[in-house]
């Protein structure tokens, strides 16, 4: 019988399938938070630990900070902390957090320190009480406005309007998003899927000028929503739109590079989101954990961070060319809102 | 038959281990993690906007099943039982789909007949309603055609019909008659697995509906998770990612075992045996135009949108001599990439081999066709978005596992499983039984006659799933990009901090780096000639 005959593949199969499970675990590759891109370590300020005992051993970061960026601040971490090894794990928010929420339900986060992107998921994890109180020794260089008791801001994300060569009449504000001389030719970021642009919706929607009204102006103008930041630039880059709604630092590569487009800095204020870091409660080395966090607030961590083109929190740290006033929601208000902000803006631009 | 019935228990408790490890338990855990997070959140998601999400999903994974399984046939039908000039070519033309992933698969679509694509710069025509419910659609099916192509070329390979075809035309029967009622039916099997292959793939797109479906406002169920996982810092979004999963599983499994069902076969099979393939008739010239023109605007300009867009200097300037630049190449391949592409490569076959192993050890001790309860059971992970995989196998192995190589492989097994599964049983179903019958009677053991007569027969089924199973691996991106750890980095993660650095040619250039790669990688493997035709056949040409 053929079925009696297949029965033996069994016994290949069985064979194989050890010999496959037994390999792996050992299989290493070049470890991605090997400490060895030459990031920004200009200027050579050592200025160490400042407490008595350096802090050692291994430190786990999770974080949804772009590669250049973590490269670069590993590097200049390393040189004032030599006796600290760094294991990164980066992805997207979406999938930190999944990966964040699997570990709670077995076991525990792996991690010891949270870079993120945006204040939001953050502050989900801190009214979860995950993170540890502290006061880092930097705390002084960082706005009120840009950290709470247990996270801090260690860079500005700023949401500004992006248009390509040629674009008449050149927009200047917010407003000109909803003008009819650019209908239909304007792109802006799906909040649904990324932190900085839900932090716009948040911005507008609580804001006396503009309202949850100004999503509704821009669907009747024939806006589009694309997915992410940096498609509104690639589409406005290539023509398909000739505005949108995108991420400085994304604008100002893609202008570095030789795109043909321009910033335009909103008159009425670009809208700042700030990239905190936080330690959770459960590391296991808090001396090492809160030297790297506070390592992002010293001059030399933002130096790094400024080096690869975002703007730095501290202001005698310099950065990249800011255009203008920078306005931020409330972010304690719009975390308490998001369902209803997000339900909103879905009514209007569907899905 | 002791010695065989013997076997048959190892086989089963083999099996059975297996199922609960890497299917049952992850599953297990995932659920009732989500049941303490609190489904209460369950009835607003669905309540609200879900129900329109299940129904865009369901009519799109439909439209794109039947579409593409008749384009797959029809070109199957057409390089496997005719002659057609060139036809390793058109083969090789037909997969290379397979070897780019999904994420630029819309992407280098917007490139070639966008609004600003190569078209609509060349001749002013656009594809109208790319970004919408019909772009989707038209971009899935052209996915899905290599998919179902190598699913039923394998299958015609195992066994083809000639003597009841000639018998049916010489009895008078037309060449549509003949195809009608002799080819088709007795395909069947292998029709089914590769409708269920595709349906469930389909249901599971996330590449394609978020780049053509967001502008238009376009939410199926895997954007509508996607969103979820986004928030899932919060239990209550965590619990209705899970349960908006566990929606989606279902949905597709009894989908599947509901058409399952209306296509099985009953009654015995035929016991035609195998005889030569007689000569093919030469292929008609409407055919073949039909075929290759498929080629050209579903593969060939796609695919040149794509290098376009990696050899362009600044996203936006014209790809013109002056705007050219290979350096996008360089910037993809540095020693990082370089490095996970070794790890990727590595893990990519071990889940070839393990999933075309556990496919046919299933198959072997349980069930012939797919549609049994173990072909369902393992559609179940098949069904998850990759991500709810990485998150369900995290749970249960999270522990012990954690940032090794064998979590990913674990999860690859999870989610790749029924990849390698259906092929293969949908294959045996078509053994001609009575060649191992007649092994056995001259004597033969089981092992003689599984090497000599079971797996030569076999093997078509068996390589076109491992090569579909190492296709779909290498360029998985949501599980790895959620359960690497330092010492376990594939180029899923690679492709992901790249990607998010924001440049698209970047992103293009490694696209079309690892395609080239594992087409080449495909080549050298025919060029071995090492495995029987089936490779050449059914592989790359």
Request: glycine share 10%; proline share 6%; with cysteine.
């Given at each position: 019988?053929?079925?009696?005959?297949?029965?033996?593949?069994?016994?290949?199969?069985?064979?194989?399938?050890?010999?496959?499970?037994?390999?792996?675990?050992?299989?290493?590759?070049?470890?991605?938070?090997?400490?060895?891109?030459?990031?920004a370590?200009?200027?050579?300020?050592?200025?160490?630990?400042?407490?008595?005992?350096?802090?050692?051993?291994?430190?786990?970061?999770?974080?949804?900070v772009?590669?250049?960026?973590?490269?670069?601040?590993?590097?200049?971490?390393?040189?004032a902390?030599?006796?600290?090894?760094?294991?990164?794990?980066?992805?997207?928010?979406?999938?930190?957090?999944?990966?964040?929420?699997?570990?709670?339900?077995?076991?525990?986060?792996?991690?010891?320190?949270?870079?993120?992107?945006?204040?939001?998921?953050?502050?989900?994890?801190?009214?979860?009480?995950?993170?540890?109180?502290?006061?880092?020794?930097?705390?002084?260089?960082?706005p009120?406005?840009?950290?709470?008791?247990?996270?801090?801001g260690?860079?500005?994300?700023?949401?500004?309007?992006?248009?390509?060569?040629?674009?008449?009449?050149?927009?200047?504000?917010?407003?000109d998003?909803?003008?009819?001389?650019?209908?239909?030719?304007?792109?802006?970021?799906?909040?649904?899927?990324?932190?900085?642009?839900?932090?716009?919706?948040?911005y507008?929607?609580?804001?006396?000028?503009?309202?949850?009204?100004?999503?509704a102006?821009?669907?009747?103008?024939?806006?589009?929503?694309?997915?992410?930041?940096?498609?509104?630039?690639?589409?406005?880059?290539?023509?398909?739109?000739?505005?949108?709604?995108?991420?400085?630092?994304?604008?100002?590569?893609?202008?570095?590079?030789?795109?043909?487009?321009?910033?335009?800095?909103?008159?009425?204020?670009a809208?700042?989101?700030?990239?905190?870091?936080?330690?959770?409660?459960?590391?296991?080395?808090?001396?090492?954990?809160?030297?790297?966090?506070?390592?992002?607030?010293?001059?030399?961590?933002?130096?790094?961070?400024?080096?690869?083109?975002?703007?730095?929190?501290?202001?005698?740290?310099?950065?990249?060319?800011i255009?203008?006033?920078?306005?931020?929601?409330?972010?304690n208000?719009?975390?308490?809102?998001?369902?209803?902000?997000?339900?909103?803006?879905?009514?209007?631009?569907?899905? | 038959?002791?010695?065989?019935s013997?076997?048959?228990?190892?086989?089963?408790?083999?099996?059975?281990?297996?199922?609960?490890?890497?299917?049952?338990?992850?599953?297990?855990?995932?659920?009732?993690?989500a049941?303490?997070?609190?489904l209460g959140?369950?009835?607003?998601?669905?309540?609200?906007?879900?129900?329109?999400?299940?129904?865009?999903?369901?009519?799109?994974?439909?439209?794109?099943?039947?579409?593409?399984?008749?384009?797959?046939?029809?070109?199957?039908?057409?390089?496997?039982?005719?002659?057609?000039?060139?036809?390793?070519?058109?083969?090789?033309?037909?997969?290379?789909?397979?070897?780019?992933?999904?994420?630029?698969?819309?992407?280098?679509?917007?490139?070639?007949?966008?609004?600003?694509?190569?078209?609509?710069?060349?001749?002013?025509?656009?594809?109208?309603?790319?970004?919408?419910?019909?772009?989707?659609?038209?971009?899935?099916?052209?996915?899905?055609?290599?998919?179902?192509?190598?699913v039923?070329?394998?299958?015609?390979?195992?066994?083809?019909?000639?003597?009841l075809?000639?018998?049916?035309r010489?009895?008078?029967?037309?060449?549509?008659?003949?195809?009608?009622?002799?080819?088709?039916?007795?395909?069947?099997?292998?029709?089914?697995?590769?409708?269920?292959?595709v349906?469930?793939?389909?249901?599971?797109?996330f590449?394609?509906?978020?780049?053509?479906?967001?502008?238009?406002?376009?939410?199926?169920?895997?954007?509508?998770?996607?969103?979820?996982?986004?928030?899932s810092?919060?239990?209550?979004?965590?619990?209705?990612?899970?349960?908006?999963?566990?929606?989606?599983?279902?949905?597709?499994?009894?989908?599947v075992?509901?058409?399952?069902?209306?296509?099985?076969?009953?009654?015995?099979?035929?016991?035609?045996?195998?005889?030569?393939?007689?000569?093919?008739?030469?292929?008609?010239?409407?055919?073949?135009?039909a075929?290759w023109?498929?080629?050209?605007?579903?593969?060939?300009?796609?695919?040149?949108?794509?290098?376009?867009t990696?050899?362009?200097?600044?996203?936006?300037?014209?790809?013109?001599?002056?705007?050219?630049?290979?350096?996008?190449?360089?910037?993809?391949?540095?020693?990082?990439?370089?490095?996970?592409?070794?790890?990727s490569?590595?893990?990519?076959?071990?889940?070839?081999?393990?999933?075309?192993?556990?496919?046919?050890?299933?198959?072997?001790?349980?069930?012939?066709?797919?549609?049994?309860?173990?072909?369902?059971?393992?559609?179940?992970?098949?069904?998850?978005?990759?991500?709810?995989?990485?998150?369900?196998?995290?749970?249960?192995y999270?522990?012990?596992l954690?940032?090794?190589?064998?979590?990913?492989?674990?999860?690859y097994?999870?989610?790749?499983?029924?990849?390698?599964?259906?092929p293969?049983?949908?294959?045996?179903?078509?053994?001609?039984?009575?060649?191992?019958?007649?092994?056995?009677?001259?004597?033969?053991?089981?092992?003689?006659?599984?090497?000599?007569?079971?797996?030569?027969?076999?093997?078509?089924?068996?390589?076109?799933?491992?090569?579909?199973?190492f296709?779909?691996?290498i360029?998985?991106?949501?599980?790895?990009?959620l359960?690497?750890?330092?010492?376990?980095?594939?180029?899923?993660?690679?492709?992901?901090?790249?990607?998010?650095?924001?440049?698209?040619?970047?992103?293009?250039?490694?696209?079309?780096?690892?395609?080239?790669?594992?087409?080449?990688?495909?080549?050298?493997?025919?060029?071995?000639?090492r495995?029987?035709?089936?490779?050449?056949?059914v592989?790359?040409?």
């Amino acid at each position: 019988m053929a079925r009696t005959i297949l029965g033996a593949l069994r016994a290949v199969a069985i064979a194989l399938l050890l010999v496959a499970c037994a390999s792996p675990g050992s299989t290493a590759s070049p470890s991605p938070s090997v400490v060895s891109s030459p990031g920004a370590s200009d200027g050579a300020p050592s200025v160490g630990p400042t407490t008595s005992t350096a802090p050692s051993g291994t430190l786990t970061l999770y974080t949804s900070v772009t590669q250049d960026t973590v490269d670069a601040v590993l590097a200049a971490y390393a040189v004032a902390y030599p006796d600290v090894s760094i294991d990164v794990f980066r992805a997207p928010t979406g999938e930190l957090d999944a990966r964040i929420a699997a570990e709670r339900a077995s076991g525990g986060v792996g991690a010891d320190v949270l870079w993120g992107t945006d204040p939001l998921s953050v502050q989900a994890y801190a009214s979860q009480d995950l993170f540890k109180a502290w006061t880092p020794a930097e705390v002084d260089a960082v706005p009120p406005a840009y950290h709470t008791d247990t996270f801090w801001g260690t860079r500005l994300l700023n949401m500004i309007i992006v248009y390509r060569d040629g674009v008449t009449p050149e927009p200047t504000d917010w407003t000109d998003l909803v003008d009819p001389a650019h209908a239909g030719r304007v792109a802006i970021p799906d909040p649904g899927f990324a932190g900085s642009a839900f932090g716009a919706l948040g911005y507008f929607a609580s804001s006396d000028a503009y309202g949850i009204d100004y999503y509704a102006a821009l669907k009747q103008n024939g806006a589009t929503q694309v997915q992410a930041i940096p498609e509104v630039l690639t589409s406005v880059a290539e023509g398909q739109y000739d505005l949108g709604m995108t991420l400085d630092k994304t604008a100002r590569d893609a202008i570095a590079a030789g795109s043909p487009v321009h910033i335009a800095w909103p008159t009425s204020g670009a809208i700042a989101v700030y990239s905190p870091v936080a330690v959770f409660d459960s590391t296991d080395n808090p001396g090492a954990a809160e030297s790297f966090a506070n390592f992002l607030l010293t001059v030399e961590g933002q130096t790094a961070i400024a080096d690869t083109g975002w703007q730095p929190i501290r202001d005698d740290v310099a950065g990249p060319e800011i255009g203008g006033p920078q306005v931020a929601p409330d972010w304690n208000a719009i975390f308490d809102r998001q369902e209803e902000l997000l339900r909103d803006y879905r009514s209007i631009f569907g899905g | 038959m002791a010695e065989g019935s013997r076997w048959r228990a190892t086989g089963w408790v083999a099996l059975a281990l297996a199922l609960l490890g890497i299917v049952a338990w992850p599953l297990f855990r995932l659920l009732s993690t989500a049941w303490g997070a609190g489904l209460g959140g369950l009835a607003a998601a669905i309540g609200t906007d879900g129900a329109a999400a299940v129904a865009t999903s369901l009519w799109m994974a439909i439209v794109v099943t039947v579409a593409s399984v008749a384009g797959g046939t029809a070109l199957a039908l057409l390089t496997e039982r005719s002659a057609v000039p060139g036809v390793a070519w058109l083969r090789a033309g037909i997969l290379a789909p397979l070897l780019i992933p999904d994420f630029v698969t819309a992407i280098s679509w917007t490139r070639a007949y966008g609004p600003v694509g190569i078209t609509a710069r060349l001749t002013g025509v656009e594809l109208p309603g790319l970004y919408g419910p019909v772009g989707i659609v038209v971009v899935l099916v052209a996915g899905a055609v290599p998919l179902a192509y190598l699913v039923v070329a394998a299958g015609l390979r195992v066994r083809s019909e000639p003597d009841l075809e000639r018998a049916a035309r010489a009895s008078g029967a037309t060449p549509w008659e003949s195809l009608r009622q002799v080819t088709l039916p007795l395909l069947l099997p292998v029709l089914g697995a590769a409708a269920a292959l595709v349906f469930v793939t389909t249901m599971n797109a996330f590449g394609t509906p978020v780049v053509l479906g967001r502008p238009a406002g376009v939410v199926t169920m895997t954007t509508r998770i996607y969103q979820d996982l986004a928030f899932s810092s919060t239990p209550e979004a965590f619990a209705r990612v899970v349960a908006l999963s566990a929606l989606l599983v279902l949905l597709a499994v009894v989908t599947v075992a509901v058409a399952g069902r209306a296509l099985a076969i009953r009654g015995e099979r035929t016991g035609a045996s195998a005889g030569p393939v007689a000569a093919h008739a030469p292929a008609s010239r409407a055919g073949t135009g039909a075929a290759w023109a498929f080629v050209v605007l579903t593969v060939l300009l796609p695919l040149l949108a794509l290098v376009l867009t990696a050899m362009t200097r600044a996203v936006g300037l014209t790809p013109l001599p002056p705007n050219l630049t290979l350096a996008h190449f360089a910037a993809a391949l540095d020693a990082r990439t370089v490095a996970s592409l070794g790890t990727s490569l590595v893990l990519a076959a071990l889940t070839a081999i393990g999933a075309v192993l556990l496919g046919g050890l299933a198959t072997a001790v349980a069930s012939r066709r797919g549609s049994g309860p173990v072909g369902m059971m393992v559609l179940l992970t098949f069904a998850l978005p990759g991500s709810v995989v990485a998150v369900a196998i995290l749970i249960a192995y999270g522990v012990t596992l954690r940032d090794t190589l064998a979590i990913l492989l674990v999860a690859y097994l999870a989610k790749l499983w029924a990849l390698g599964q259906r092929p293969v049983a949908a294959a045996v179903s078509r053994l001609p039984a009575d060649l191992a019958r007649a092994a056995r009677v001259h004597g033969a053991g089981s092992f003689t006659t599984l090497r000599t007569v079971v797996l030569p027969l076999l093997a078509p089924a068996i390589v076109a799933a491992g090569l579909l199973v190492f296709t779909v691996a290498i360029n998985e991106v949501t599980i790895s990009t959620l359960l690497y750890g330092p010492h376990a980095t594939t180029l899923a993660v690679s492709i992901v901090n790249l990607q998010q650095l924001g440049d698209p040619t970047v992103t293009a250039a490694l696209a079309v780096v690892l395609t080239a790669i594992v087409g080449l990688a495909a080549l050298g493997l025919l060029l071995l000639r090492r495995v029987p035709w089936g490779a050449a056949g059914v592989g790359l040409g």
